[in-house]
């Protein structure tokens, strides 16, 4: 039977009640007494040298506060990177400064030249048309493998080329894979394209900034998925504001799938200007301008090939990969391709020699970094459409061709550095299996074809990385930051509980689930546990949430947390009731002694936590409060199979999904229907990248895709209803709750099990087709077919 309450139960989003009837408070919500507005002027040329910028008749304006340029910030500091990567001789990657405006040159549409502050945003935009701005138009590159050709264009002229870095994993291994490719009884070669994707969560980016005079402190008020670190990273490194003065305020938050980790130049400029003008300052981007200013994800192009044994077990895979940079390295940028990418290309499967090599690439375009899987789907979409290549150049069924070459035993050390703790890769394809009704599939392709359409059937597995930490590992990696998590529990005198966390929330549940895993320890009405997040005035420091680490690692830390409260309220309780510390049972929200018919209520307890009449303060000081950090041990490794069917129409090459099925092992479960939600969301996006999305430049680096008019963004009609199932829970060794992270699973392991089942349609239908690069737009299909 499932529970009512506690770990385990489908509680409820206690959240979604606020957020329903418009109670929740989001950033673009706040307005503060004396708010001026900012208008960013961007640049509409990709690249280009800055000869003059005249702000006088922009300044004459009424409502005009003040105008802002690149010349207002000398001295000031560049928007930092937080990760840094060496290449494969050793030699750090190249790092160009980011300023928070235009000095000297821009670099892609929608670079900010200046800012205009105004009484309005109306007067702000109108100001920041009379701006002229003479820019000396240079040739921009696009292209990565135009952009590190010799006599290309430089993004940045302090730079030798456009080559971040060429980054080499595992080295070692290099000349070993190459030998066994060589001497492999069949390789499998496969060129794709993981096309460049606009993340478009439903609330855009909102800064507000505040100065107090008085105090000497700025407040910022911003969309951001980890407060703490944007309050780190500039107060430190920007702005240079002691963090004691620099408070970050994330509300509530309308979704970021990564884009909203990043630190910002809006988030600089608006805390700089309101300190400057001694007024508050607002900035809400509109849909337009996030397209050009949000981080965008993905843009890889890679090359992948497989070796297999005359046995059909794979002996090797190499890969090389372009990435995009963008012409900024964003905030985490550089890990994504790199520890979030080859560490994970070893898959399901158990390949004993794996070389990555990774050439990430400046550009004149949008800076890219961490969205939704962040790396991951990338290395699945790349394995797993190289395994289904090499199962039709072999003639062997796909499905078996994985099952041959899972990982069986654990813990399994990969040839790529991470060492998978548990799983069971089999269950899970069993269990696929079993959703799909595979048996049935002939019936169906041939109800499909008297119809005129081509069905087709796509599996693969997925595994990734997750709960990322630790500390001490990525360290070693390059993060310039602590991954670790906190969380304080503050325990009222009548029994109710405040948690205090580092994790954020911004559509995940947290304020549901949370307060199950405590409510659940202490075996009390989840009702009594509050949540709080997003301050950094009233939280611990913490790293955020992104990843799929915020139960793993944020949940851990409050367990920890809660651990401490239980083992001090023991030892009161044991006062209270004359017995033995060690005899002391909690259950049910009751103290007992055990063995006897002794007992004192959770509320007793705390009550004389803060009454303290009936026990020794020379040993148990007053009150009843925790901190806890937690860093954990390794990451955790959700994995899974997924399948897609599809019918294709050959005459117009649109592809309808008719089933999509979802086994995933994510460990023990809090809350199940927020990862069924957290699961449907991931595949609405993946599918929306199979089929639909991609940002699109041309050659003069104008986004040609900056509106909904021409970035697709799926909708319901583009959907199917999902089976989702994740009963084979293999639970993580090491968190003390063995959870493993769900909610970037949906959009790493549905991008190939779509492109696997057009591809299936299409072989099945007489049209030898290899691939398709996604977005698999109908116009795309149909060329494939005509050859």
């Not at 690149?70 to 290449?87: N, S």
Request: include cysteine; hydrophobic fraction near 40%.
């Amino acid at each position: 039977m499932p529970k009512d309450s506690g770990i385990g139960a489908a509680s409820k989003r206690r959240e979604d009640l606020r957020f329903l009837t418009g109670g929740g408070r989001y950033t673009d919500d706040i307005n503060l007494n004396g708010q001026a507005y900012v208008y960013f002027l961007r640049s509409d040329v990709a690249h280009g040298r800055i000869k003059s910028i005249d702000t006088k008749a922009a300044s004459a304006m009424p409502g005009v506060v003040r105008i802002f340029t690149g010349a207002d910030f000398e001295g000031v500091g560049t928007i930092p990177c937080g990760w840094q990567v060496t290449d494969r001789e050793g030699n750090p990657m190249k790092e160009p400064a980011h300023p928070i405006l235009a000095q000297g040159k821009v670099r892609h549409v929608g670079d900010p030249i200046a800012a205009v502050v105004a009484e309005s945003q109306a007067a702000a935009r109108d100001a920041a048309e009379a701006i002229e701005v003479d820019i000396e138009e240079l040739p921009a590159v696009i292209d990565m493998k135009k952009a590190v050709a010799a006599g290309a264009p430089k993004v940045h002229d302090d730079l030798a080329d456009n080559l971040c870095y060429d980054w080499g994993f595992v080295e070692d291994n290099r000349a070993a894979v190459d030998e066994a490719i060589k001497n492999a009884a069949h390789v499998t070669t496969l060129e794709l394209v993981n096309q460049r994707l606009a993340p478009n969560a439903m609330e855009p980016r909102v800064a507000v900034g505040d100065y107090n005079k008085g105090t000497d402190e700025s407040t910022l008020y911003t969309t951001s998925q980890n407060p703490h670190v944007i309050r780190l990273l500039m107060g430190a490194f920007v702005l240079g504001i002691p963090e004691h003065k620099l408070r970050v305020i994330a509300p509530d938050v309308g979704g970021g799938f990564g884009s909203k980790i990043f630190h910002y130049a809006e988030e600089a400029f608006c805390t700089f200007a309101a300190k400057a003008i001694k007024r508050p300052v607002k900035w809400t981007s509109s849909r337009s301008e996030a397209f050009m200013s949000d981080a965008h994800g993905r843009d890889h192009v890679t090359k992948i090939e497989l070796a297999l044994d005359k046995d059909n077990n794979f002996t090797a895979i190499r890969t090389e990969t372009y990435a995009n940079m963008g012409a900024y390295l964003s905030t985490f940028a550089p890990s994504v391709p790199t520890w979030l990418h080859g560490t994970l290309m070893a898959g399901n499967y158990k390949t004993p020699l794996i070389y990555v090599n990774v050439k990430a690439v400046f550009t004149n375009t949008v800076p890219v970094d961490a969205y939704r899987g962040a790396g991951r789907p990338e290395a699945t979409f790349q394995l797993e459409r190289v395994i289904d290549k090499a199962a039709r150049e072999l003639g062997v069924d796909p499905v078996e061709l994985r099952r041959q070459n899972f990982v069986t035993e654990f813990p399994y050390q990969t040839p790529v550095a991470v060492q998978y703790d548990t799983g069971d890769y089999k269950a899970t394809m069993d269990k696929l299996m079993e959703m799909i009704d595979r048996k049935g599939f002939d019936a169906r392709a041939a109800e499909a074809k008297k119809r005129g359409k081509l069905r087709g059937l796509g599996i693969n597995s997925y595994i990734e990385a997750c709960g990322i930490a630790p500390s001490q590992l990525v360290g070693q990696l390059g993060a310039r930051a602590g991954l670790y998590e906190s969380a304080t529990v503050r325990v009222n005198a009548t029994g109710g509980l405040v948690v205090m966390t580092g994790s954020h929330s911004h559509g995940q549940g947290h304020e549901t689930s949370f307060a199950q895993v405590v409510a659940d320890m202490i075996g009390i009405d989840e009702n009594m546990v509050e949540i709080v997040h997003g301050d950094t005035a009233n939280t611990p420091m913490g790293m955020g949430t992104y990843g799929s680490r915020s139960l793993a690692v944020g949940g851990s830390a409050m367990v920890r947390a809660t651990e401490k409260i239980i083992a001090k309220a023991k030892k009161i309780a044991a006062h209270l009731m004359e017995a033995s510390e060690a005899d002391i049972e909690l259950k049910d929200g009751q103290f007992s002694v055990a063995g006897t018919d002794k007992s004192v209520a959770w509320g007793d307890v705390t009550l004389a936590a803060y009454v303290p009449h009936n026990y020794p303060l020379d040993e148990i000081e007053p009150g009843l409060e925790e901190t806890a950090f937690y860093d954990p041990s390794n990451f955790t490794f959700p994995a899974g199979a997924y399948a897609c069917e599809v019918e294709v129409d050959p005459d117009t090459g649109k592809v309808e999904i008719m089933a999509f099925a979802a086994a995933d092992d994510f460990g023990n479960i809090v809350n199940p229907m927020i990862v069924d939600g957290q699961v449907h969301g991931g595949i609405g996006q993946g599918i929306g990248q199979a089929l639909l999305e991609g940002v699109s430049y041309d050659e003069n680096g104008q986004i040609l895709s900056a509106s909904y008019m021409d970035y697709a963004m799926p909708r319901a009609d583009d959907l199917p209803f999902y089976k989702v199932d994740h009963s084979c829970q293999t639970p993580c060794t090491h968190n003390p709750l063995g959870v493993k992270g769900c909610g970037e699973a949906g959009a790493i392991g549905s991008p190939p099990a779509v492109v696997n089942a057009v591809v299936d349609a299409l072989n099945r239908g007489g049209h030898a087709v290899a691939h398709i690069d996604m977005p698999l737009s109908p116009h795309r299909v149909w060329q494939a077919m005509q050859g």
